[in-house]
Nanobody, 114 residues
Framework: VQLQASGGGFVQPGGSLRLSCAAS????????LGWYRQAPGKQRDLVAG???????NYADSVKGRFTISRDNAKNTVYLQMNSLKSEDAAVYYC?????????WGQGTLVTVSS
């Protein structure tokens, strides 16, 4: 099983980034998928989740700014992040949950600074 996250980088406040997480070795379309983030000295928190059926949920702090989506044909989950703020800076992790277990990606760093 492998989850490969990418798309992080440096952006100024108000900017946008799109994160991707490509999965292999799992029944992707049957998994609940999520993006989490962890800032230095803080716990890892859920940012957004998407069910196999496409239902989504978001942390209050990102509602209206972030959008999670999935492409089952490409085994990839995305996180479109708009209107980024300094407090969005963190390492972002993708997660896949299914009947055979839970798997994490390696994390991708998002830096938001002027």
């Amino acid at each position: 099983v492998q989850l490969q996250a990418s798309g992080g980088g440096f952006v100024q406040p108000g900017g946008s980034l799109r994160l991707s997480c490509a999965a292999s070795g799992i029944n992707f379309r049957a998994n609940r998928l999520g993006w989490y983030r962890q800032a230095p000295g803080k716990q890892r928190d859920l940012v957004a989740g998407i069910t196999p059926g496409g239902s989504t949920n978001y942390a209050d702090s990102v509602k209206g700014r972030f959008t999670i989506s999935r492409d089952n044909a490409k085994n990839t989950v995305y996180l479109q992040m708009n209107s980024l703020k300094s407090e969005d800076a963190a390492v972002y992790y993708c997660k896949a949950e299914g009947i055979f277990g839970t798997h994490w990606g390696q994390g991708t760093l998002v830096t938001v600074s002027s």
